[in-house]
């Protein structure tokens, strides 16, 4: 049975403890954390001494646990040196999720966009694109298996790694045991029309037993991203297909107020079966 959770950041707050009691209070079992959240930068180049134990001592009081930390910079920026920049912030983030209470760093693979790391650009499906990530992952696994952590890749329409089979591709090409899926049913789905069912079940045959996370956001027709139970997405079939591949980790939603927060845990509630 999976544990229902939510973006951390849903809530407002600069402290683990006000943001775990919130999620708590709302119906959620775990957060995908931010450090944004201790009112740090997401991708700071150093952490605070005491704010790991903060976060765990929170964690254990609201019994809120910390199921993955969000690692995300542009893995393919055109500039080598924000990349670089990105990859040296991955690694703080690396040596202190432990410390968080988590072993899973979630990653965005990036886009040309030099300005939005979530806007797709047409060099994205240019060989170099393709070349770039390659180099990027293998430094990131590396990173990874030095301390122990979990990398979860996340396909997305915009980025380089815009589908299930790209997603299939880059755990073949980098054969690291580190590198993990997470997987969003409304990454997947671009129009009302899909077949969502052999959508989602061809993707859980391609990644299987590499999804360690599923996130559960919504869209309505037009492709505006909107509170899961309020858009085309099919929940029912998509959670079918992660439990016929034996999928029990986490399910995360995002892309909702916080005011929508309860609402939304009750309607997944109903439809995980957590």
Same mark, same amino acid.
């Given at each position: 049975m999976s544990r229902l959770g939510i973006f951390a950041k849903t809530f407002p707050g600069t402290t683990a403890e006000a943001v775990l009691t919130a999620a708590r209070d709302a119906g959620y079992g775990c957060v995908q954390f931010n450090l944004?959240?201790?009112?740090? !930068?997401?991708?700071?180049?150093?952490? !605070?001494?005491?704010?790991?134990?903060?976060?765990?001592? &929170?964690? #254990?009081?609201?019994? /809120?646990?910390?199921?993955?930390?969000?690692?995300?910079?542009?893995?393919?920026?055109?500039?080598?040196a924000v990349r670089a920049q990105g990859l040296r912030r991955l690694e703080v983030l690396l040596s202190e999720a432990r410390a968080m209470g988590t072993s899973l760093v979630t990653l965005c693979t990036g886009t040309r966009d030099p300005e939005d790391q979530w806007r797709h650009h047409p060099d994205n499906d240019m060989p170099a694109a393709w070349a770039d990530l390659l180099t990027e992952t293998e430094k990131a696994a590396a990173l990874a298996e030095r301390y122990g952590i979990d990398l979860g890749i996340e396909p997305e329409h915009a980025n @380089? @790694?815009?589908?299930?089979?790209?997603? #299939?591709?880059l755990l073949r090409e980098v054969p690291s045991p580190r590198l993990k899926i997470v997987l969003d049913p409304a990454n997947m789905v671009e129009a009302a029309d899909t077949d969502q069912p052999r959508l989602y079940a061809e993707a859980c045959d391609l990644l299987g037993? $590499?999804? /360690?996370?599923?996130?559960?956001?919504?869209?309505?027709?037009?492709? #505006?991203? @909107? !509170? &899961?139970?309020?858009?085309?997405?099919?929940?029912?079939?998509?959670?079918?297909?992660?439990? $016929?591949?034996?999928?029990?980790? !986490?399910?995360?939603?995002?892309?909702?107020?916080?005011?929508?927060? &309860?609402?939304?845990?009750?309607?997944?509630?109903?439809t995980v079966g957590s």
């Amino acid at each position: 049975m999976s544990r229902l959770g939510i973006f951390a950041k849903t809530f407002p707050g600069t402290t683990a403890e006000a943001v775990l009691t919130a999620a708590r209070d709302a119906g959620y079992g775990c957060v995908q954390f931010n450090l944004a959240c201790c009112g740090l !930068p997401s991708m700071p180049d150093d952490v !605070p001494t005491g704010t790991a134990a903060a976060i765990v001592a &929170a964690s #254990a009081r609201t019994g /809120v646990a910390i199921a993955g930390l969000s690692g995300t910079y542009n893995m393919i920026h055109p500039d080598p040196a924000v990349r670089a920049q990105g990859l040296r912030r991955l690694e703080v983030l690396l040596s202190e999720a432990r410390a968080m209470g988590t072993s899973l760093v979630t990653l965005c693979t990036g886009t040309r966009d030099p300005e939005d790391q979530w806007r797709h650009h047409p060099d994205n499906d240019m060989p170099a694109a393709w070349a770039d990530l390659l180099t990027e992952t293998e430094k990131a696994a590396a990173l990874a298996e030095r301390y122990g952590i979990d990398l979860g890749i996340e396909p997305e329409h915009a980025n @380089v @790694v815009s589908s299930a089979a790209h997603a #299939a591709r880059l755990l073949r090409e980098v054969p690291s045991p580190r590198l993990k899926i997470v997987l969003d049913p409304a990454n997947m789905v671009e129009a009302a029309d899909t077949d969502q069912p052999r959508l989602y079940a061809e993707a859980c045959d391609l990644l299987g037993d $590499r999804i /360690v996370m599923a996130h559960a956001k919504d869209r309505d027709a037009t492709g #505006a991203v @909107v !509170p &899961a139970g309020r858009g085309m997405i099919d929940f029912g079939a998509f959670f079918a297909q992660l439990a $016929r591949v034996g999928f029990v980790g !986490p399910v995360v939603t995002h892309g909702l107020a916080a005011t929508e927060a &309860a609402p939304v845990a009750r309607f997944l509630r109903q439809t995980v079966g957590s």
